[in-house]
């Protein structure tokens, strides 16, 4: 009875202990500017893995030796992962900035000017060469408080939702 208590207690220590990869993305049809605005979450760490892998070099998100280069790498690596379709028609995305919050970083993103999203089509690979297990979790928006929502991964990248 013993070795159960000890294996369950093991399984349980594994299971918390366990890193588990993870960004959330939330994409946002705004009528008034008619675009697509995108807030998407990362943690800083993981991104500071795959950002040195992409750039071989070591990155430090929270202290750059020079943040204008840092702020180049990340709009690189953001823009090359993320890909949006509203209608069956690309958009171009523009990095607009981010900011730290605890553990994870939010950065924010606009497309170009779009017609009202019928559906949208979204390609998340952020991480996915870094971590095996990564998941990117999308959630849609559109006229709505409701999302619709996408949970994409390695073989299952791409997503699209009809309205």
Avoid: C
């Avoid at 000890?6 to 946002?28: D, G």
Wanted: charged share 25%; no cysteine.
């Amino acid at each position: 009875m013993q070795h159960l208590y000890i294996s369950v207690i093991s399984w349980a220590l594994m299971a918390v202990l366990h890193p588990f990869f993870i960004s959330l993305t939330e994409v946002r049809f705004n009528p008034s500017s008619k675009k697509m605005e995108i807030a998407q979450k990362i943690f800083w760490d993981d991104l500071e893995v795959a950002l040195g892998e992409n750039f071989n070099e070591k990155v430090d998100f929270l202290n750059p030796r020079d943040k204008a280069k840092l702020d180049r790498q990340v709009k690189e690596y953001l823009l090359k992962h993320n890909q949006i379709w509203v209608n069956s028609k690309p958009l171009t995305l523009t990095l607009l900035g981010y900011e730290v919050e605890e553990d994870a970083a939010w950065f924010y993103l606009e497309s170009s000017a779009t017609e009202v999203p019928k559906s949208v089509e979204v390609q998340n690979t952020i991480l996915l060469d870094d971590f095996d297990g990564q998941q990117n979790i999308v959630h849609v928006y559109n006229q709505s408080k409701s999302p619709r929502s996408l949970l994409l991964s390695e073989g299952n990248e791409k997503g699209k939702i009809e309205f």
